[in-house]
């Protein structure tokens, strides 16, 4: 399948930062193997929109947070289930900042999510209570942008949950598989395909976009 690029849409690039990559605190295995995929699939968009996910310390999904518990495992939030990770992406520090060579000086909107120190957020439109939003409904809607690209890390979760909610919010869906990695906790991985599947979102390689 071939997808056409027009000025009605946009390049979502989730999450490209030092802790998700090797050498981070919350490693995506190869996640470092999308900069360069994504660096090439921005020049062809006019607008992209890049998520930083900027955690406060002590924040409600580092395992650290909770006496007794390990990364992985999984608490009840008041949200529901919240799987425990590593500190990873706390506001201000270098596993939070943007790898050094993702290069798109073009992006219009740096979007920072889970920085409610008591909500996690995967998804670059709802927080993980799935009633707090962050606002990038609105901005794509006024800005008369229709379709979404999602690229970026990691594939099963917050790439997965951005691509839902676009879905559900009423937006085209698109995920750039190749330019995606995933973490792949119990089978995540699996799972995220089989849910964009059943809803209809295409996983399409970038090499296919032009
Ligand atoms: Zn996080």
Redesign the pocket.
């Known amino acids: 399948m071939s997808e056409k690029i027009t000025a009605r849409d946009v390049l979502l690039v989730v999450d490209v930062q030092n802790d998700f990559c090797p050498g981070g605190r919350l490693a995506v295995p190869r996640g470092d193997e999308v900069v360069p995929l994504i660096n090439a699939l921005a020049e062809k968009f006019a607008h992209v929109v890049l998520t930083q996910?900027w955690?406060p310390p002590g924040h409600l999904?580092f395992a650290s947070s909770h006496a007794g518990r390990k990364p992985f495992e999984t608490i009840a939030a008041s949200y529901g289930p919240q799987i425990l990770?590593p500190d990873?992406?706390v506001q201000g520090t270098p596993g939070a900042q943007f790898r050094d060579d993702l290069r798109i000086p073009s992006a219009e909107l740096v979007l920072r999510k889970?920085y409610h120190r008591a909500i996690?957020s995967y998804s670059a439109f709802y927080e993980n209570d799935h009633t707090t939003p962050t606002g990038l409904t609105g901005y794509l809607r006024e800005r008369g942008l229709a379709r979404v690209f999602i690229a970026g890390l990691a594939f099963d979760f917050c790439v997965r949950y951005s691509a839902e909610d676009a879905h559900r919010q009423g937006f085209a869906v698109v995920v750039v598989e190749d330019a995606c990695r995933g973490i792949d906790v119990d089978g995540s991985v699996a799972a995220a395909r089989e849910a964009l599947n059943k809803l209809g979102i295409p996983l399409v390689a970038s090499g296919d976009i032009g």
């Open positions: 996910d955690h999904s990770w990873h992406c889970g996690d």
